[in-house]
Nanobody
């Protein structure tokens, strides 16, 4: 019903920047809260940042001041600008969206994940 497609991951040196994108498509009536999560090898998936439909944001303490979450409601797309990257930011990054599906209801969807690797 709804697909999330992430892009923008890659390999970067410590101190560098990357911008992730997450585009939603399908039977979307409205997208509610969207978020970025990450999972490093051997660790549990953790919240990185959230953004509501009205633009309110929340960040994990570990990324405050370095990462910025944003969204373009007209394009059903969310972004994560990551600056001053550190090796500990290395993980697979997943986007998540709570979507009001046309003629159905509210459901949570996940993207397939994009790898971010920060070298020291």
């Amino acid at each position: 019903q709804v697909q999330l497609a992430e892009s923008g991951g890659g390999l970067v040196q410590a101190g560098g920047s990357l911008r992730l994108s997450c585009a939603a498509s399908g039977r979307i009536f409205r997208i509610n809260t969207m978020g970025w999560y990450r999972q490093a090898p051997g660790k549990e998936r953790e919240l990185v940042a959230l953004i509501t439909s009205s633009g309110s944001t929340k960040y994990a303490d570990s990324v405050k001041g370095r990462f910025t979450i944003s969204r373009d409601n007209a394009r059903n797309t969310m972004y994560l600008q990551m600056n001053s990257l550190k090796p500990e930011d290395t993980a697979v990054y997943y986007c998540n969206a709570n979507v009001n599906v046309r003629y159905s209801g509210n459901y949570d969807y996940w993207g397939q994940g994009t790898q971010v690797t920060v070298s020291s």
